[in-house]
């Protein structure tokens, strides 16, 4: 009788940790699944998805045609960041070559340094965007040089664009326009010292926003 009575205490004891560890298990595996579900990141003036492409075109009049088109070619979070893969970045070279912009919890915008690997302050976040707010980028000084800007592009006309002004020293400056959820409308590449005879621009031409 003893022993019917410890191998029926054993049996549901054993019965007990097996449904506890079950019951942990399952706690476990749901709570891992929230913990890696990344925050929102949202920036209006750069709206990021996959397969979204804009098309820029030299500013008219133009003798010749000149086009740049830049595609979110992969997106991807890393922890609550999230990565995006652009084929091509020619706003600050008019070199067209893969890049990386890391886009941060609060909307800030990074451009990844290949040479450095060092992360550098694109655009600010949207608390940021206000006239004359400066910060760094990279070896450029960047500045907000308005924020009621009116662009008009191939694409159609642009209201309330802002201002990113890009300078280096004295002797090269970008600069950038921005239109709530269409992303960059305009920008140019040019040598302030000695000046571009004549300043090109590039205006948007087609713009394909992923959904």
């Known amino acids: 009788m003893y022993v019917k009575y410890v191998i029926v205490s054993f049996y549901i004891l054993i019965t007990a940790a097996f449904l506890s560890f079950g019951c942990n298990s399952t706690t476990y595996k749901k709570e ?41 070619t992969n997106l991807k979070y890393d922890g609550n960041e999230q ?3 652009l084929n091509s970045f020619p ?6 070559e ?13 451009f990844v340094n290949k040479q450095s690997l060092k992360e550098e302050l694109f655009i ?17 000084s960047g500045l907000i040089g308005g924020t009621k800007e009116t662009i008009k592009t191939e694409n159609g006309t642009f209201t309330d664009c802002i201002f990113l002004n890009f300078s280096i020293s004295f002797t090269f400056s970008a600069e950038v326009w921005v239109a709530k959820d269409k992303g960059i409308v305009k920008w140019g590449y040019n040598r302030t010292n000695p000046p ?4 090109q621009y590039y205006v948007l031409n087609k713009l394909s926003l992923a959904k």
Do not use: C, H, M
Request: net charge negative; aromatic share 16%; glycine share 4%.
């Open 196 to 199: 571009t005879f004549k300043p």
């Open 91 to 96: 706003f600050f070279s008019r070199n067209e």
């Open 124 to 140: 600010p976040d949207t608390s940021n965007l206000k006239n004359q707010f400066q910060w760094q980028f990279g070896q450029w």
């Open 83 to 85: 990565v995006i893969e």
């Open 98 to 110: 893969k890049s990386t912009l890391r886009i941060k919890p609060n909307g800030e915008i990074y």
């Open 32 to 72: 891992n699944i929230i913990d890696t579900l990344p925050e929102p990141v949202f920036n209006p003036y750069f709206p990021a998805d996959e397969g979204s492409k804009w098309e820029y075109i030299n500013e008219a009049p133009r003798e010749e045609t000149e086009l740049f088109k830049v595609e979110i």
